[in-house]
């Protein structure tokens, strides 16, 4: 057997004002073929898994392209199309399967729904080639993403701590079909909820409940079952809460597990929603904590949403309020990084930290913050992530440098970088628990990492394209009405069988 394994993953903010070129795909851009391989094999991603299972069948495997780039905005139309066009004319060659890692919120200049665009264009060169995708939880999904699949997984948790397993799942499906022991029928639907992701943790209700419910209808025969919470910062038709259940052969049935999570979804819509509390009092109360570390949590900034990771509005509030012993970071500045590499190490210097992206969706200007201090680190943002997120890869930061203020160490990068790892201190030679405060521009994907040694996390409401304020965007394409962007809103869905 031949089987094609391939990854296409981006997270796309339509308000975002950072861009996502081809380059951004990886260290210098995509992989292709056996440095694809090389890049994935062994990894906790659904693309490992793949690897993983078509090894112990004994198949051939061909690996296209493996890309993957951190949220942003809108991906590029010709980087979209080559990344494409690898895993169109690889099938084109002749494949028996083909398995996909992708994300389900990807938006592109030219259409609004990569994944699926991706899918038909397949379809229409292989139209009854057996195909499973692995989606993240903070899928969009669209019935061009359902229709040309033959079986779709995603995770089931948030922070993302099951990648390999959505994968392992929808590839173990699509073998077990390719031997006629069970014959997959998917039913999908979602509701009109655009739900926070700051209310997706699936350790706590609501999202708890949901995902618990794609869980039960397993054990109850169900081939897969997934809860899809939705990337809201998408302005796009079908963004928002969905679900996806694939059943063997019995379609009806598949719809009777789908309704029970969607009804259960749409009853607790209002705990969906985030409510957030003043910036001020969130760190006033941080100041007041004597034991650390402390967690001050960046989220409206943080990159795993797509945000511009150099607004300073929080740190300069800490600053502000007296707060010391501060470990920063990342912080994606390459103008400051080059201004402290020209320095050297042990030099002192001064920079306008930060600031420097406007963010035109939200009619906001970058306001850098001016910080002196000490470089004491320089690298080149490389490290291998060892976490239980994304573990086994190969993080690149970019030229990285840390400014020493005295009160605060900050990291600082010339690319964007979730602190989904320690390497991203520990890497620059900082030991982040030996900090009374981490203040760190992320949302959920800490909490497997730095909420087992903190002794306390703040919510952080500062402004960026990843606040969780909908009054702050400016929707033009989402369907309308939407929970809870308008009032007297129906639970009519968008559904159908695939």
Not at 88 to 114: E, P, R, S, Y
Not at 153 to 164: E, N, R, S, W
Not at 482 to 492: A, F, G, K, S
Request: aromatic share 6%; hydrophobic share 40%.
């Amino acid at each position: 057997m031949r089987a094609v394994i391939a990854m296409m993953n981006h997270e796309t903010n339509t308000f975002s004002p950072v861009p996502t070129p081809l380059e951004v795909f990886g260290k210098h851009g995509p992989y292709h073929g056996a440095a694809a391989y090389r890049a994935m094999k062994g990894t906790r991603l659904p693309m490992g898994a793949y690897i993983d299972l078509c090894e112990q069948a004994g198949w051939e495997i061909i690996t296209p392209v493996a890309a993957i780039a951190p949220p942003s905005g809108p991906v590029d139309a010709r980087a979209y199309t080559q990344i494409c066009d690898a895993i169109i004319d690889t099938v084109k060659n002749g494949c028996d399967a083909l398995f996909l890692d992708l994300h389900g919120a990807m938006v592109v200049q030219n259409t609004d729904d990569g994944e699926g665009t991706l899918l038909e264009r397949i379809r229409a060169v292989a139209p009854d080639l057996p195909i499973a995708v692995a989606l993240d939880l903070h899928g969009n999904i669209t019935d061009a993403i359902v229709r040309n699949a033959t079986v779709v997984a995603g995770y089931k948790t948030y922070p993302h701590v099951d990648m390999y397993e959505a994968g392992d799942l929808a590839g173990r499906v699509l073998m077990r079909a390719m031997r006629g022991e069970v014959k997959p029928v998917m039913a999908w639907g979602n509701r009109p909820i655009l739900a926070q992701t700051l209310c997706m943790n699936t350790d706590a209700q609501p999202m708890k409940g949901f995902i618990d419910l794609a869980k039960q209808a397993e054990r109850e025969g169900a081939l897969a079952a997934t809860g899809f919470g939705g990337f809201p910062t998408a302005d796009i038709r079908d963004a928002g809460l969905s679900a996806i259940v694939v059943a063997d052969g019995d379609a009806q049935q598949a719809q009777r597990w789908l309704d029970r999570m969607l009804d259960y979804a749409w009853e607790r819509r209002a705990d969906f929603i985030y409510h957030a509390e003043p910036l001020e009092q969130s760190i006033a109360r941080a100041k007041g904590m004597k034991q650390g570390p402390v967690l001050l949590l960046d989220h409206c900034d943080n990159t795993a949403s797509g945000a511009a990771v150099d607004v300073m509005k929080v740190l300069r509030m800490a600053l502000e309020q007296g707060l010391s012993d501060i470990a920063v970071g990342p912080v994606r500045d390459a103008e400051s990084v080059e201004r402290m590499i020209r320095a050297g190490v042990g030099q002192q210097v001064s920079i306008d930290l930060g600031g420097k992206t406007d963010m035109p969706a939200l009619g906001l200007k970058g306001e850098p913050l001016p910080l002196t201090g000490t470089v004491r680190a320089i690298t080149d943002g490389e490290y291998t992530i060892t976490g239980p997120q994304l573990t086994g890869m190969r993080a690149h930061m970019g030229r990285t440098a840390v400014l020493d203020t005295g009160t605060a160490v900050v990291v600082v990068t010339e690319r964007s970088q979730e602190p989904w790892d320690l390497g991203v201190f520990t890497s620059v030679g900082i030991d982040p628990r030996r900090h009374h405060y981490l203040l760190l521009k992320s949302r959920m994907y800490y909490r497997p990492i730095f909420l087992p040694f903190a002794k306390a996390a703040i919510e952080c409401d500062g402004i960026g394209v990843g606040s969780s304020n909908y009054k702050l965007f400016p929707y033009k394409k989402l369907r309308r009405p939407m929970y809870p962007l308008d009032q007297n809103v129906q639970p009519q869905s968008s559904a159908g069988n695939g």
